[in-house]
């Protein structure tokens, strides 16, 4: 690596461009939005940057801080349900034969590249009343009452009179659904990168001592792929964070997300200033989470 | 084939395991897979199946509408993915090559459009763009230079990021050779770094023309009612209804979006194996 100094026209000419653009369209951009955070609402459209903090204190009314608290609820479940089903895929992937590790790893990554919108747009369409998981348990009730009547149990009706299709999409659980959905791939990905460089004779030395296969995955496995874990984590935490379209699509009217109060602001409230505070926050809160994964990975690193 | 007895460590061959791979198989490509399917089912309630057809292709053909925003959303990702290009890869030469002051905190500026929230960015980009005055209603490929300008930002420093891990394996003496033997600056960058580049180059392209693709927020922010692009456009529609039109179209881009990914896939695979 060279000094600047010692080839500042190269410098200079590779440089600029990127840096130009960055500051004009990027951080220029974010600044006008930090500036508004200050600002008050004169009129319908027109603000003033007062250095007023009210905006930030309204975003401590009980009304936003459940928004605020439920974000990261559903946010924590999210990255808890990833972990618990991206563990056994992860390990599954990695213990798999060579010829069929890529074609895992691969069926893992496909659906990530498909257009998010689009995966929830297919996701609405299974979960819907009229949709394809109430047509299958329909199913599966339909083949038990037959069961039951043919055992003459029929008269009972032990499953009730007719089916109920379940209330499957507009509430937590269908944003829940959705989020884990959309991000489990990012789960899976560091769980994988992290397992595969486990030394397997550790697993087999603890097996080899008599531990069980659930002790020799807790005491072994679980703090060596601990970077995995930490990333995976976060890397789902972060983005479920922020998501606007899961919440929007999937959720009813009391699973709105920190994004969608926010878009709600800027598009229809014409509340600029409370938006732009609103964005910040999550802002901050986005590089809290990437501030713990530093700690994380420094106390790891020490060991 | 001997069935061998299932090892200590062969996860992979345990009934649960391959249960719980299985499942999330299932639950991954489900959706996916009906929505593709029904895009071919001869019935507007989209539950029952009722003979092959195409005929939802051929409506979304027909509507002029989609096909507008499709155009847009191609010439967006073709342009954007051009500046992006060119960007993130000086981006990475800078970064590989110089040291400089304040370094580490450029290098942070950097990933930030990689790291904040969409949503974030979104509402940055709407007010740049109305306190700028950014001109509306300009003709049609101008029109769209907001957005385009939108996607460049949030997909060139993930250019970099991968243009940046190619720049890691050069061997500095290629460029010290072709300069000792005479080359300018000028002829090193053209002759040697950017054929040696090239990979880096061509998934960091394919990653921003996918990423612009895909793009739903920040584009909504910064879309007019002249500019829709197509995911914008299935978005409106969506919140309306279900219909086999929309599974028609959304078919159509899976299937574009997979298969360019499949050719960068096959690009990174033939590179590994020339230089191993």
New interface residues.
Partial sequence: MEDWRRGRSAFWLIGLGPTVWLVLFFLLPLTIVWLYSFAELRGVVDMEVTGTLSNYARALDPLYLEVFGKSLVFAGITTGVSLVVGFPVALAIVFATPRWRPVLLLLVILPFWTNLLIRTYALIAVLRVRGFANFTLEWFWEQSTTLLSLLGLGSYQLLGERFEPLELLYNNTAVIIGLVYVHLPFMVLPLYAALEKLDRSLIEAALDLGASQWRAFLTVVVPLSMPGIISGAILVFIPALGSFLTPDLLGGTDSQMIANVIERQFKSANDWPFGAALSFLLMYLTFAALALRAVFARNAGGL | MARTPIG?????RRTW??L??LA??V??????V??VA?SFNDSR???VWRGFTTKYYEKALGNSDLIEAFVNSLTIALLSTVIAT???A??A??L?????PFKAG?EG??A??I??????MG??????FA?VGWPSGLPWPLSLSAII??H??FS?PFV?VVVRARLAGFNQELAEAAQDLGAS?WRVFWDVMVPFMRPGLVAGALLAF?LS??D??ITF?TSGPDTVTF?VK??SM??FS?TPE??AA?TV??VL??VL?GIA?WMQFRQEKKSS
């Fill in positions: 200590p460590l062969e996860y992979t395991m391959r719980t791979l999330t198989f639950f991954l490509y489900a959706p996916i009906t929505l029904f309630r989209n539950i060119v960007l993130g000086l981006t030469l800078l590989w090559r110089f040291r400089f450029y500026a950097m930030l459009p790291v904040i929230p969409e949503i974030c509402v940055a980009m709407l007010a740049f306190k300008i939108a460049v930002s060139f970099a600056e996918t693709l895909d739903f927020v922010f995911p299935v978005y969506v919140r279900v929309v599974n959304s881009l899976i979006t997979v990914t896939l």
